[in-house]
Every structure is written in structure tokens, then in C-alpha cells.
């Protein structure tokens, strides 16, 4: 079964940086699409970065090149580093998977438990 877990998260000072980390269990983070989503109370989930089932990373605008995403297909890890963070980057950080052979995005998503980023 598909398993994902969120880390690295916490307090962090405006302007500071923090690296997450999901890792994968029950598939091979190589053939599957990650992505990286947040919410906050009263907003709905909003997307970060995907990748999509072409194998293009596609950002936010609102991440204006401060978050970079990265895998490390040995470890069966993503990576979401987040640069010059902002208070309203403050949210529940989420890492979320699809099969780019049967699935797509906002549709089939499996989801991580969240990791809280406080920035302040």
C-alpha cells in the first residue's frame, strides 16, 4: 500500500529556510508523480509544486523561485527547500503522489499526514 511521511517541519523565522522531507513507501517515487500542497484553517488546499504526468515541475506563483523541489530516487525521498520564507508561507505542508499510469492530479492524489511550518 501507498504510505507517505512528512518531516522537517516546525518554527522558523521569517526569512529563514527549511528543508522538507516525504518518504515514500510502497512504490517507487521514479515511475509516480509528487507534489507538495498546504493549507490553512479557513482556506482550501492549495497547490505548491507537482509534477505532472508530462514530468514537468510546475511552482505557484506565489513561490516566486524561493522553493525548489527534489527527489532522491535511492532513498525513496522528496524534498521540498523553502528559501526566504514569509508569514503567510505558515501553513500544513502536505506531500501527495499519483500513478501517471492510472491517475491524475485533483483527482487520485494519496496524501501524506502534513508536517506544520509556523513562520514568524
Known amino acids: 500500500h501507498v504510505q507517505l511521511v512528512e518531516s522537517g517541519g516546525g518554527p522558523v523565522e521569517a526569512g529563514g529556510s527549511v528543508r522538507l522531507s516525504c518518504v515514500a513507501r510502497?512504490?517507487?517515487?521514479?515511475?509516480?508523480?509528487m507534489g507538495w500542497f498546504r493549507q490553512v484553517p479557513g482556506k482550501g488546499r492549495e497547490e505548491v509544486v507537482r509534477?505532472?504526468?508530462?514530468?514537468?515541475?510546475r511552482y505557484a506563483d506565489f513561490v516566486e523561485g524561493r522553493f525548489t523541489f527534489s527527489q532522491d530516487n535511492a532513498k525513496n525521498t522528496v524534498y521540498l527547500q523553502m528559501n526566504s520564507l514569509k508569514t503567510e508561507d505558515t501553513a500544513v505542508y502536505y506531500c501527495?503522489?499519483?500513478?501517471?499510469?492510472?491517475?491524475?492530479?485533483?483527482?487520485?492524489?494519496?496524501w501524506g499526514q502534513g508536517t506544520q511550518v509556523t513562520v514568524s
Open positions: 509534477i505532472d504526468n508530462d514530468g514537468k515541475k
Open positions: 510502497g512504490y517507487n517515487v521514479a515511475a509516480w508523480c
Open positions: 501527495a503522489t499519483i500513478s501517471p499510469y492510472v491517475g491524475s492530479w485533483y483527482e487520485d492524489e494519496y
